[in-house]
């Protein structure tokens, strides 16, 4: 796919106009850095930074069955957020195997609407999937590509969005983590604040018009808070312990063996969401394998499918890695045998490093959570 044939969100002209360096990613063309990828790391996990994630797909969906709905769509249960206004979820979608279609947070802002967002990468799929699985319900599915998206992401983050954005946002400074509001409704400034993030820092994900996309970025930018690419948003979701679809769980990973499992509810059983019996089969034959963290005790860089080695147990495989700036360690996650202990070695080129297996997160709030 070359340069002109990708897809490029609202901000396009701000990055070019900052010196982002542009890389494709699914179909986009993205901002990967500005400049230095470890510097916009820090950044946010020490003051504030921002994300261009317009290319994620923003779905609402209406209707006075959304619930009943949802409720066989998604493995987690949106009972707990039903009657909570604003409240957030972040749950698997499965397919009838119980593989993962998608990871997706939804927002239950009133008992006849729900705000899904899902990845960019999967969007077709994704929607193609909720499409066919509406059968006759009561709902309308409407993908929203006039709204953009900004993350504003780190310890700072909230209040210079406020000092940038001021009555734009009035009200999100009283939102509690994983909720979400509605401001202005109606109105050409109209935002939709969700106190949500993929980087382990506290924060606001800010929609608004595609129009206005630019202006918000832009006082953003003036107020103090870093522009920041893919790059940076990948070291810090590693270190967060935050999967990445299709590196760390996919359609032929179920969410039990993919360090998912807090996201499955299987207390209500009458609750027969779609990928159940295959999940519960899977539980009663025993699980093989679990997801953990490891830290390269040597010079080196963990990497997606590096081979891990467990004695006397088997082999797993690293779905993701990464050099953390935060730890200044190599990091990654793993697909492990269920019995591994604290020890295993990675095959990295032709040599076996030894390395240590730890429980997720790395980082979270800037603080090291492991030795």
Same mark, same amino acid.
């Given at each position: 796919m070359t340069q002109t044939e990708l897809k490029t969100t609202p901000l396009f002209n701000a990055h070019q106009k900052m010196g982002?360096?542009?890389?494709?990613?699914?179909?986009? &063309?993205?901002?990967?850095?500005? =400049?230095?990828?470890?510097?916009?790391?820090?950044?946010?996990?020490?003051?504030? =930074?921002?994300?261009?994630? /317009?290319?994620?797909?923003?779905?609402?969906?209406?209707? /006075?069955?959304v619930m009943d709905y949802l409720s066989r769509l998604l493995a987690n249960d949106v009972a707990k957020i039903s009657d909570k206004p604003g409240k957030a979820l972040y749950s698997c979608m499965l397919n009838n195997d119980g593989g993962v279609i998608d990871d997706l947070i939804i927002y239950a802002m009133e008992p006849a609407w729900v705000r899904v967002i899902v990845n960019s990468a999967t969007r077709v799929k994704d929607l193609a999937w909720m499409r066919t699985q509406l059968g006759s319900s009561a709902v309308d599915l409407t993908e929203r590509d006039d709204l953009a998206m900004i993350a504003v992401q780190g310890p700072n983050a909230r209040t210079l969005a406020a000092d940038a954005l001021a009555d734009e946002i009035a009200g999100a400074e009283l939102l509690k983590p994983f909720n979400a509001l509605l401001i202005n409704p109606g109105a050409a400034n109209e935002r939709f604040v969700a106190r949500t993030g993929y980087t382990g820092e506290d924060g606001y994900e800010i929609v608004c018009s595609n129009e206005q996309a630019d202006g918000v970025w832009n006082r953003l930018a003036a107020s103090?808070?870093?522009? /920041?690419?893919?790059?940076?948003?990948?070291?810090?979701?590693?270190?967060?312990?935050m999967n990445l679809y299709g590196n760390d769980m996919d359609e032929t990973q179920s969410p039990l063996?993919?360090?998912?499992?807090?996201?499955?509810?299987? $207390? &209500?059983?009458?609750?027969?969401?779609?990928?159940?019996?295959?999940?519960? +089969?899977?539980?009663?034959?025993?699980?093989?394998? +679990?997801?953990? =963290?490891?830290? %390269? &005790?040597?010079?080196?860089?963990?990497?997606?499918?590096?081979?891990?080695?467990?004695? &006397?147990?088997?082999?797993?495989? %690293?779905? $993701?890695?990464?050099? $953390?700036?935060?730890?200044? +360690?190599?990091?990654?996650?793993?697909?492990?045998?269920?019995?591994a202990g604290e020890q295993c070695q990675v095959q990295i080129r032709n040599k076996l490093l030894d390395a240590r297996i730890v +429980?997720?997160?790395f980082v979270r709030q800037g603080k090291i959570l492991v030795d």
């Open positions: 982002a360096k542009l890389v494709e990613f699914g179909g986009w &063309n993205m901002p990967i850095h500005y =400049g230095s990828q470890i510097e916009e790391h820090l950044q946010v996990r020490r003051d504030a =930074g921002m994300f261009d994630v /317009c290319h994620m797909t923003i779905v609402d969906l209406r209707g /006075c069955e103090g808070v870093k522009p /920041c690419g893919l790059g940076a948003r990948d070291t810090l979701r590693l270190e967060a312990g063996e993919s360090g998912l499992s807090w996201t499955v509810d299987f $207390s &209500n059983e009458q609750r027969h969401f779609i990928g159940r019996e295959a999940l519960e +089969k899977q539980k009663a034959s025993g699980l093989k394998y +679990k997801f953990a =963290g490891l830290i %390269l &005790n040597a010079k080196g860089v963990l990497r997606a499918h590096q081979k891990v080695i467990v004695a &006397n147990e088997g082999e797993g495989e %690293l779905t $993701s890695g990464t050099f $953390s700036p935060t730890m200044q +360690k190599a990091i990654g996650f793993a697909r492990i045998p269920i019995a +429980k997720l997160p």
